[in-house]
């Protein structure tokens, strides 16, 4: 199979991460026997420095033009006063909305080697493995009317959370899709006793789950939810919400894999005319300038975003396992960077990617 793939590496970590991940990739299709095309493009604060634009022309015409796009991270300190259109994370949500991504799915699970990094009892962790499923083009993020107007006493800020029947019906069926293939059970989270949009949201979820009939489906108010993650994050296998529940509970995955640093994420589109799932790939991490060209980060998150993209985007389940078996056995090693609390000297960035993919 020929792989076409765009790399982003962003900002801070985002390049140490990227270079690791991209290792690691050469290693699978040269292992597996299948063809790689890769190109580089800027985004966030590098593109900003480079082009004046988060997210220039040219980076949007090689996404357009990938099967996939892998990427690091975006954001430098220098911007944070910035207005929301001139700062590096406006390079993310225009790359999102040009590759039509909706679905971000986040991968959890509690490695064996890492328990002891979780902060939460052993019980708890042991065992967990889900998938997060966060509708990402709706919602409040993206509604109308926006903003703020007024001044002095009276001055007010407005944000609108509207959802279309057909935005949830499609993330519903990707999450019935995904637990079929799995342990057939999806959870899905709203506020329907508050919220309009929830109870739309309930709706049509309850109307899609008859196509699924070998999938069980429970509903739980994303209060609850928020607690069931830390209290028995066992029971869950994919879990779907709309897009501001999924960006604040998916980040709680971080406790239960131990550190931030090990968390995927796939934002995945339509099917391309090559037969590959538009996909956006990305560790969950930022771009962390404190530690920026140290050789410190830990690059598993973006390895296991590798991972994700030949399941996701091209369908390759053996080599998606062999890269996460190559992550497994690296854990074990004990060769692991210094926020996953190695019992021995930490290893660097780039000794985690030799590893992983000499590994594979």
């Known amino acids: 199979m020929q792989l076409n793939v765009l790399t982003l590496p962003g900002d801070g970590i985002g390049t140490e991460v990227t270079r690791e991940a991209v290792k690691v990739l050469e290693k699978t299709a040269s292992k597996f026997g299948h063809g790689l095309k890769l190109s580089e493009g800027l985004l966030g604060g590098i593109a900003i420095h480079k082009t004046g634009t988060p997210f220039p022309d040219e980076t949007a015409r090689l996404a357009l033009d990938a099967d996939a796009t892998l990427m690091g ?105 995904l637990a079929r293939n799995r342990r057939k059970k999806v959870t899905s989270v709203d506020k329907s006793n508050v919220l309009e949009t929830s109870q739309l949201w309930r709706r049509v979820v309850n109307e899609v789950a008859p196509e699924f009939p070998d999938v069980e489906l429970e509903h739980l108010l994303v209060d609850n939810c928020a607690m069931q993650l830390i209290l028995r994050p066992k029971q869950f296998d994919v879990v779907v919400m709309e897009n501001m529940f999924g960006d604040i ?49 830990n690059p598993l998150g973006a390895i296991g975003s590798v991972a994700a993209m030949l399941e996701y985007s091209f369908g390759l389940v053996k080599e998606a396992a062999a890269v996460n078996k190559a992550v497994e056995d690296v854990l074990n090693s004990g060769q692991v960077t210094a926020d996953l609390k190695p019992k021995s000297k930490p290893a660097t960035t780039s000794e985690v990617g030799d590893a992983v993919a000499n590994a594979i």
């Open 73 to 177: 991270a975006v954001g430098l300190p220098e911007f944070d006063n910035m207005p929301p259109e001139k700062r590096p994370e406006k390079g993310l949500l225009g790359i999102r909305k040009i590759l039509g991504v909706y679905a971000n799915l986040r991968p959890v699970k509690a490695y064996p080697a890492l328990i002891e990094s979780s902060p939460l009892k052993n019980n708890i962790v042991e065992g967990v493995d889900m998938i997060i499923v966060r509708e990402l083009n709706g919602g409040i993020y993206y509604g109308q009317p926006r903003g703020i107007e007024g001044s002095g006493e009276s001055e007010r800020g407005t944000n609108t959370m509207t959802y279309t029947r057909a935005e949830i019906a499609r993330i519903t069926r990707m999450a019935f899709h």
């Open 249 to 297: 509970l998916s980040d709680e995955g971080a406790v239960l894999a131990g550190s931030i640093g090990m968390l995927p994420s796939a934002s995945i589109g339509e099917k391309k005319a090559s037969g590959a799932w538009v996909g956006l790939y990305e560790p969950v991490h930022g771009s962390a300038p404190d530690i920026a060209g140290q050789n410190r980060a």
